[in-house]
């Protein structure tokens, strides 16, 4: 098994919605806006309506829960969703309150997407285990993806 190149993707985030503290930790919303994404068997743009449901506990680290709507150039629907951990570094989180950038590798910040589709030419995206992992730009955030693949 390796890991190849499946995309990279950028989402634009209205500022977050700070619920505040609960009984696990901090939790904010961001709500999706936009976005594209790009790799070599597909690309397209990010619809609106998706959100990253984020709580970060007493350590630091961010729980990252995210849910957005892919729609490639040639019109199919994909749901995207995924998990992951990000460490809260005072760049990132400044980068977060638009303050700054960070970089692939900064922090500890990866995801794992699993993607679900109706649509046949991309059914093969069901079976995909992927790996992403993330950096702030200004105003979005943006990922690298591989798929875990057989050699």
């Known amino acids: 098994m390796k890991l190849e190149p499946l ?17 696990y930790g901090q939790r904010a919303i961001f709500e999706v806006t936009g976005g594209a994404f ?19 506990d007493a350590q630091g680290v961010g729980h990252l829960d995210v849910r957005a709507t892919f729609e490639t150039h040639d019109g199919a629907l994909i749901y995207v969703q995924y998990f992951g951990s990000v460490v809260l570094t005072d760049a990132l989180s400044d980068a977060l309150q638009g303050n700054g950038e960070t970089e692939y590798g900064d922090t500890y910040f990866f995801t794992q997407p699993r ?12 079976q995909v285990m992927a790996v992403g992992q993330g ?17």
């Open 135 to 151: 950096r702030v730009r200004s105003g979005r955030v943006e990922y690298q993806v591989s798929a875990c693949v057989n050699d």
């Open 115 to 126: 993607f679900e589709t109706g649509d046949v030419r991309y059914a093969w995206l069901n």
């Open 38 to 56: 790009e790799g070599p068997r597909l690309r397209g743009t990010l619809r609106t309506g998706g959100g990253d449901w984020i709580l970060v």
């Open 7 to 23: 995309m990279t993707y950028y989402a634009t985030l209205l500022p977050s919605v700070p619920v505040g503290a609960g009984p």
